[in-house]
T-cell receptor, first 119, second 113 residues
């Protein structure tokens, strides 16, 4: 079974530039998550999708960050304009999420992430 | 919201020794506690999890214990091997469907040969 795919693996940009990250979840997984992981910290949830709808984006800085999952499969996360403090690894995760209380089917599987450096 | 604290931030052990990582959580409604292992350049990978109605769970050399009264849970790795070297994260969720994970800050475990 293929895992969560993310691209690019690395991105270096200057502040005030824009950048986009792409995620392809595990086939059949309904729920998709974007996390921000700053160096030395644990992942912090930015946004959660259920199919193509947003479940929670309360921690997404909406003045500069946006995300979409138009067809309920792939997703893109965009930052415009980027700030120095946005330097981090951006992780995508997916889960089968049947909606039932079955923890085994709601395990989150993570991609390798995109490391963003803002100069 | 939920707050998860993790200690220690770094841990070095000799190969064959045991390693223990501890986490505390703030929200008494939290009911699902996974542990993730993250190797360099890779995403976190689930290694073990426990629900609030269980006090202990084992999987070969790995075990997790949960004390709901004290609101803390721990990861125990026995007979450590060099390939156990990685960053370990604890997490907590208040949702029964294990969504909305709040992660600890991580522990860098180094197993010395």
């Amino acid at each position: 079974e293929a895992g969560v795919a993310q691209s690019p693996r690395y991105k270096i940009i200057e502040k005030r530039q824009s950048v986009a990250f792409w995620c392809n979840p595990i086939s059949g997984h309904a729920t998709l998550y974007w996390y921000q992981q700053i160096l030395g910290q644990g992942p912090k949830l930015l946004i959660q999708f259920q199919n193509n709808g947003v479940v929670d984006d309360s921690q997404l800085p909406k003045d500069r960050f946006s995300a979409e999952r138009l067809k309920g499969v792939d997703s893109t996360l965009k930052i415009q304009p980027a700030k120095l403090e946005d330097s981090a690894v951006y992780l995508c995760a997916s889960s089968l999420d049947t909606g039932l209380l079955d923890l085994a089917k709601n395990i989150q599987y993570f991609g390798a992430g995109t490391r963003l450096s803002v100069l | 919201g939920e707050n998860v604290e993790q200690h220690p931030s770094t841990l070095s052990v000799q190969e064959g020794d045991s390693a223990v990582i501890k986490c505390t959580y703030s929200d008494s409604a939290s009911n699902y506690f996974p542990w993730y292992k993250q190797e360099l350049g890779k995403g976190p990978q689930l290694i073990i999890d426990i629900r609030s109605n269980v006090g202990e769970k084992k999987d070969q050399r790995i075990a997790v214990t949960l004390n709901k009264t004290a609101k803390h849970f721990s990861l125990h790795i026995t007979e450590t091997q060099p390939e156990d070297s990685a960053v370990y994260f604890c997490a907590a969720s208040v949702r029964p469907s294990a969504r909305q994970l709040t992660f600890g800050s991580g522990t860098q475990l180094t197993v010395l040969p």
